[in-house]
């Protein structure tokens, strides 16, 4: 089992910056590939960054590419969102998770572990 805390949302202007993040622990945490994901109202979950367990390989949905750095330090079991230059569009619950291998897809579904959620709110 793989537990997962998110913190850091919060409310802020467009153009400004924001870092998520994720508490892990279990066993497999630092083995874990893991992602962001991010759901705004009325609309699907939808992928924004994954990383490697090794934290070497990273990929970002088209819509968040140059703007969010996906990060993990496995020694602090933590996964980080730095995001900036944040637009309206980006507000959303933000959703940490992790699969159970130590390369993940950018399907929901293929993760197996999920946070609560921290709400980000990028007022216009």
């Known amino acids: 089992q793989v537990q997962l805390v998110e913190s850091g949302g919060d409310l802020v202007q467009t153009g400004g910056s924001l870092r998520l993040s994720c508490a892990a622990s279990?066993?497999?945490?630092?083995?874990?590939?893991m992602g962001w994901f991010r759901q705004a109202p009325g609309k699907e979950r939808e992928f924004v960054a994954r990383?490697?367990?090794?934290?070497?390989?990273?990929s970002y949905a088209d819509s968040v590419k140059g703007r969010f750095t996906i990060s993990r330090d496995n020694a602090k079991n933590t996964l980080s969102l730095q995001m900036n230059t944040l637009k309206p569009e980006d507000t959303a619950v933000y959703y940490c998770?992790?699969?159970?291998?130590?390369?993940?897809?950018?399907?929901?579904?293929?993760?197996?572990?999920w946070g609560q959620g921290t709400q980000v709110t990028v007022s216009s």
């Open positions: 279990g066993r497999t945490s630092s083995a874990s590939g």
């Open positions: 990383i490697t367990w090794i934290g070497v390989g990273t």
């Open positions: 998770a992790a699969c159970r291998t130590g390369v993940c897809t950018t399907t929901a579904r293929d993760y197996a572990y």
